[in-house]
């Protein structure tokens, strides 16, 4: 078996991103296979990359040791990137990539608490060090945010009554576990849930315990002013809600109606958007790619350039 998990859509991420010499950014560093791969096809690149994940860190920095001082590896969530990059010059970026969700690593880890078929504590944080665990927030949270977090998140239905049910069974002390949860969601759902349901509540809980979609937007937001005229960015979505957020990113905003009770006044022309799109439809992995790596079959890839003007 291979040290390393294979980086998903690797031939698309270079194809759009290996660009010319400068300073590239990974935000979702992970393994480091996309970085490694980026900085043995650009000679003149240099790697800004970053994690909230300590044992990731620690692998990429193994695994990337060979490229010296031409990667810089930092601890940090997305919104904690412009103070990263503040202090380290603050050089424009020439690419980079945004490999969103859980990795492999991460779900094989029964201590992370991110799988519903390993018993573990439930846990769910991308950060063990900071915030309180799963298991500890469902006691606490009132249902109404939870269904929402159910519903937005992972497209689960029944969100209402299910998030009733977690909230008894964690303040009770019956919701400790991975399996214990599975097994809620197994009652839920007339004693056998189907995994995709399964999976669908897992996600959920894991977008809402680390605040996985506002440090996307965060990060969109703040992308614009850090790239180069002419820098790519690239993206791997998992989950609609990501894919929803990038797509709303990097469209240029519509123009607004003039006041209806001022027929005359004219429209307030939209800014432009700072990005030129270069994948008009998402790529996807081929069949070859998802049998060889099932966990890539959801994976969306999408790139845009930051315009000159």
Known sequence: MSAHHDPVLLDAVLR???????L??????????HAAALLAAVPGARLLGCDRDPVALERATARLAAFGDRVTISAATFRELPAVHAA???EPFTGALLDLGVSSRQLDDPARGMSFMRQGPLDLRMDPAHGRPAH????????????????????????????RSMVAESQAGRLATTL???ALVHRANRGHAHPRVLAQVFQALRIWIN??????????????????????????AYHSGEDRRIKQAIQAPRPSAPPRRLPWAPA??????????????????????????????????????????
């Open 211 to 236: 605040e996985e979609l506002e440090d996307l937007e965060a990060v969109l937001a703040w992308l614009p002013s850090v790239m180069c005229a002419g820098g790519v960015v690239v993206t791997l």
């Open 24 to 33: 590239y950014l990974d935000a979702t560093l992970g393994d480091g296979g």
């Open 136 to 163: 500890q927030r469902l006691a606490e949270t009132g249902e109404a945010e939870l269904a929402r977090a159910l519903d937005e998140y992972g497209d689960v239905r029944g969100a209402g009554k299910l998030a």
């Open 88 to 90: 380290r010059g603050a």
């Open 180 to 182: 214990e949860l599975a």
């Open 268 to 309: 307030t022309p939209a800014p432009e958007s700072p990005w030129t799109v270069l994948t008009r439809k998402v790529v996807k992995p081929s069949v070859e790619e998802v049998e060889r790596n099932p966990r890539a079959r959801s994976a969306r890839l999408r790139a845009f350039r930051r315009n000159t003007a």
């Open 16 to 22: 759009h991103l290996a660009g010319g010499p400068g």
